[in-house]
Nanobody, 125 residues
């Protein structure tokens, strides 16, 4: 069974940085895409970034491009989300997820099948 555990969230001032980690276990992820999403109170879950486990190709949403980067550590089965120049509007619960299909395409929430419990990021102004 796939298990994803996020960590690294917290309270940070605007302009600051955080690095989120997602520790993955329970299967071989080499053919899958890992994604990061966020959900602010009262809003829909939003795609932020994704990375292919095998080749390391990355995809970043326009809303965070230039500030957020995604990476993976294959030996430790961990995916990271580096968040720089944080803004109050980045405040949300952040989730990592595994794509529903091997070599799957699509970055909507329904394209991902397994989710972590989330980690809260709060950016103060």
């Amino acid at each position: 069974q796939v298990q994803l555990v996020e960590s690294g969230g917290g309270l940070v001032q605007a302009g600051g940085s955080l690095r989120l980690a997602c520790a993955a276990s329970g299967r071989t992820f080499s053919t899958y895409t890992m994604g990061w999403f966020r959900q602010a109170l009262g809003k829909e879950r939003e795609f932020i970034a994704a990375i292919t486990w095998s080749g390391g190709e990355t995809y970043v949403a326009d809303s965070v491009k230039g500030r957020f980067t995604v990476s993976r550590d294959i030996p430790n089965n961990t995916v990271y989300l580096q968040m720089n120049s944080l803004k109050p509007e980045d405040t949300a619960a952040y989730f990592c997820a595994v794509h529903r299909y091997p070599y799957g395409v699509g970055y909507g929430p329904t394209d991902f099948a397994s989710w972590g419990q989330g980690t809260q990021v709060t950016v103060s102004s």
